[in-house]
């Protein structure tokens, strides 16, 4: 028994300096990566983005310059290259929103495309070794929200500029401090309790997902809830004298998580940070958010109030969202997301890391 | 992509035309025969099933005799036992039809239940090992297939039905059993004819009063499999039977049925259980020739999978019921239980 326990130990010492070993590696700019990428700058990355959307549209991987061993998933599927959105994109979109990550030769994607004639919403991550595209992970948003989404972002036309800013140079902070800041965002929604320090939250926070604006908004948004009940017309402020039983999309960023009223999205897993900008404070990040239901549904707000709300059965919404981080705190969020199965993983994951809530980077 | 479509349809054909031996595209899968699950017969099967049904809706899996490797999915996705339809489900249904394989050790179950109230068709695969659950696999139905009555699962409809035809709990008599391979065989031939169907293929293998039933409705005309109908121009419709449908070539853009895993194989019911997926790859595979020469375009717009149980009361080499549970899922799904080879694989395993 004595003999297990000290191989156990030997492992945990071994792990801990493995993992010690590859924070430092990811914490100082995965300079690997930066070698792996050949020298693929802004303009490269955002190159392949455009020659891989041509080639989908034109149905014709063969164009494409591909690593030998290139894995593609289409909605958390691993796919054959040229099946799912290849055989039926019709053209590209107006909408054309690029996260590049030139150190790890990412470069994450949202943007407009056409399907069958119908608009969708498209989520892509290009990983280039080599000029060589050797992942390719894509979040296809489809149906009626985005179909009314796309065109929104279609009439909004470009994201919004923070997004596309350089930070100043002494207000940059390593890849690290960005993406713990963005995932104080998923941390503090999962089984939101209303009583978390939210002062990640920049007063200025605004969120677009799927190209609806669903903070500050005081216009009402037509449409169902994810629940399928009619969407109600949002509050202009959070007043927990009030006492509401449902968050609303006129309320502030941080006015939402201090609401507790996002306690039913019960987990948020298979955090992955793949893309960070760290010229412009922009973290891409990948997850799912689960809504357990059950008796998961029935919690008490900061203000003592028993609500029972969100999905009734099982639910998991697949995600792709975007953060301007600045100063330590979240300003824009842009997210692409469509309905995934209840405990999916993304296909980039083990299981363990898939069903943990705990972010990789 | 065309081209890789266009070989893809023509070997497909080839393979009906030439009458390749079914047996050259088949695989072994993991239902070894086994001292240990010999033990377990269908009685003691369908007892794991009812426990385990029971703990379901009490949410509480501590009672159940599991084993420390127990594996659950739940929809194609691997969870921990306790979680998903674990924390929702109500009651149970009246509808119960249990498959039993005492070979393998496996049972599966055909049922309905409640979800938060609401009425959802359950498909639930159990594997049990020296008297404990190893294996749980499970389809939960929670929408409709019609968008227009997205509450309608087919439960209802089940529970009308009562039960399954009472031809899938006949006995077939001992001198006419057949081997599980020989099982297997014949209902693949099902799977094998509807994957890029052209309608010129042998289906001889659909007996005469073959009828099949679809997430509780009826999908087949009666039981007169070569009713006609009057199918509209480019559709196959529910008004022509089992060989009709299979012969309009109107099935074509079900363009690959993979990762076949015939689960039950029950030579003395004459009953084959297998779960798979059914894809629709859209784009210009929609677009293709029925045996009279007609072009027609049809199915849906862009990739579709249906995640589905089926299973098949085979006698005399021929299938004379069908009855499926399924739903939709993202395009390509995986099942949980196979490798990704495997499950992009159409060959058949067991």
């Known amino acids: 028994m004595r003999r297990k326990y000290l191989v156990v130990v030997i492992g945990a010492l071994l792990a801990v300096t493995i993992v010690g070993a590859s924070f430092a590696n990811r914490a100082s700019g995965n300079q690997a990566g930066a070698a792996m990428s050949g020298g693929c700058d802004r303009a490269c990355l955002e190159g392949f983005v455009n020659q891989y959307l041509d080639a989908v549209v034109a149905h014709d991987p063969s164009r494409l310059p591909l690593a030998k061993l290139v894995k593609f998933t289409e909605n958390g599927t691993h796919l054959e290259l040229g099946d799912g959105l290849w055989r039926t994109a019709t053209a590209r979109g107006a909408y054309k929103f690029y996260v590049d990550d030139t150190h790890a030769g990412q470069v994450g994607f949202i943007g407009t495309l056409q399907e069958a004639g119908q608009p969708v919403i498209l989520a892509l991550r290009l990983k280039i070794e080599n000029q060589k595209i050797s992942e390719i992970e894509t979040i296809v948003c489809r149906g009626q929200m985005a179909q009314g989404g796309a065109a929104s972002l279609e009439k909004r036309g470009t994201p919004r500029p923070a997004f596309l800013e350089d930070l100043p140079p002494g207000e940059r902070v390593s890849r690290l401090e960005l993406i713990e800041t963005a995932n104080k965002y998923f941390s503090a929604m999962e089984q939101d309790d209303g009583k978390g320090d939210y002062s990640f939250f920049a007063d200025d926070c605004n969120r677009l997902e799927n190209g609806m604006q669903t903070t500050n908004n005081l216009n009402p948004m037509p449409g169902l809830t994810a629940g399928g009940t009619p969407r109600p017309a949002p509050s202009p402020k959070y007043d927990p004298a009030a006492k509401p039983t449902m968050y609303s999309a006129g309320w502030s960023c941080k006015d939402q998580f201090r609401s507790g009223l996002l306690h039913f999205v019960t987990w948020i897993h298979d955090r992955r940070y793949p893309v960070v900008d760290e010229q412009r404070g922009v973290v891409f990040a990948l997850g799912f958010f689960d809504h357990s239901a059950g008796a998961t549904r029935t919690f008490q707000t900061p203000t003592g109030q028993a609500v029972t709300a969100g999905p009734t059965t099982p639910f998991t919404w697949e995600i792709a969202e975007v953060f301007k981080v600045r100063g330590g705190q979240l300003h824009e969020i842009e997210a692409a997301l469509t309905q995934g199965i209840y405990g999916m993983c993304s296909g980039w994951s083990s299981w363990e890391d898939c069903r943990s809530d705990q972010p990789q980077w | ?350």
């Open chain 2, 1 to 350: 992509m065309r081209r890789k479509i266009t070989v893809i349809a023509t070997a497909a054909v080839f393979l009906l035309a030439a009458g390749i031996e079914e047996s050259s595209r088949l695989r072994t899968f993991a239902a070894k025969p086994n001292a240990v699950e010999a033990s377990c017969d269908g009685a003691c099967l369908n007892r794991f099933v009812d426990q385990y049904l029971d703990a379901v809706v009490a949410h509480d899996p501590s009672g159940l005799p599991l084993k420390k490797t127990v594996k659950f999915t739940e929809d194609g996705q691997r969870l921990d036992v306790g979680d998903g339809f674990w924390r929702t489900a109500t009651a149970r249904g009246t509808y119960k039809y249990y498959m039993d394989d005492p070979v393998a050790g496996q049972v599966v179950f055909f049922g309905t239940m409640r979800e938060a109230g609401n009425p959802v068709s359950l498909v639930l695969r159990l594997k049990i090992e020296e008297k404990q659950i190893a294996e749980i696999e499970t389809i939960v139905v929670r929408t409709g297939m019609n968008s227009s009555r997205p509450a309608d699962t087919g439960a209802e409809s089940f529970e009308k039905l009562g039960g399954p035809d009472p031809l899938f709990l006949e006995e077939i008599p001992p001198a006419e059993r057949v081997s599980r391979d020989e099982l297997a065989r014949t209902a693949n031939k099902y799977f094998s004819g509807m994957q890029l169907n052209d309608g010129k293929g042998d289906y001889s293998f659909f007996a005469d009063d073959c009828s099949r039933i679809e997430n509780g409705q009826q999908a087949t005309q009666g039981r007169n499999t070569m009713a006609s109908g009057s199918a509209p121009a480019n559709s196959y419709t529910v008004m022509q039977g089992c060989r009709a449908q299979f012969q309009s070539g109107l099935i074509h853009f079900v363009t690959r049925i993979r990762d076949r895993r015939f689960v039950v194989l029950d030579t003395v019911h004459g009953v084959a259980l297998a779960f798979t997926f059914f894809d629709h790859a859209a784009g210009n595979t929609r677009t293709f020739q029925t045996p009279d020469g007609k072009t027609v375009t049809a199915g849906p717009t862009n990739p579709w999978t249906w995640e589905i149980a089926e299973a098949f009361k085979v006698e005399n080499g021929k299938i004379r019921r069908i009855l499926a549970i399924f739903q939709r899922c993202p395009y390509g799904m995986n099942s949980g239980w196979s490798s990704w080879e495997d499950g992009m694989s159409d060959k058949a395993r067991w």
